[in-house]
């Protein structure tokens, strides 16, 4: 199965920094994806941040010159370095993966089980 572990959240105050990691293990075939999504209480998991294999990226519009998403194919991580951070940031982070765990399944959405990143004003 495939696992998704992410790690980096905490607190921070506003005009700060934070670099959050996943870990994608398991059986995995091939990724096409990951990225980061994040959901605060009341409201829908938005997109933040993927990175396909090749190395296309796509940012919400709010976080765009701020964050910065990369990974390291090899050993299947995914890493969104966030700078500049805002109270508006506060949110759980999901670590998002898209990938096939064997070569003859479609690919299938992954989650991890979300990192806390608090922002102080």
């Known amino acids: 199965q495939v696992q998704l572990v992410e790690s980096g959240g905490g607190l921070v105050q506003a005009g700060g920094s934070l670099r959050l990691s996943c870990a994608a293990s398991g059986i995995i075939f091939s990724i096409n994806a990951m990225g980061w999504y994040r959901q605060v209480p009341g409201n829908q998991r938005d997109l933040v941040a993927t990175?396909?294999?090749?190395?296309?990226?796509n940012y919400a519009d709010s976080v765009k010159g701020r964050f910065t998403i990369s990974r390291d194919n090899a050993k299947n991580m995914v890493y969104l370095q966030m700078n500049s951070l805002k109270p508006e940031d506060t949110a759980v982070y999901y670590c998002?993966?898209?990938?096939?765990?064997?070569?003859?399944?479609?690919?299938?959405?992954?989650w991890g089980q979300g990192t806390q990143v608090t922002v102080s004003s």
């Open positions: 998002y993966c898209n990938a096939k765990k064997v070569i003859v399944t479609r690919a299938s959405d992954y």
């Open positions: 990175i396909t294999s090749g190395g296309s990226t």
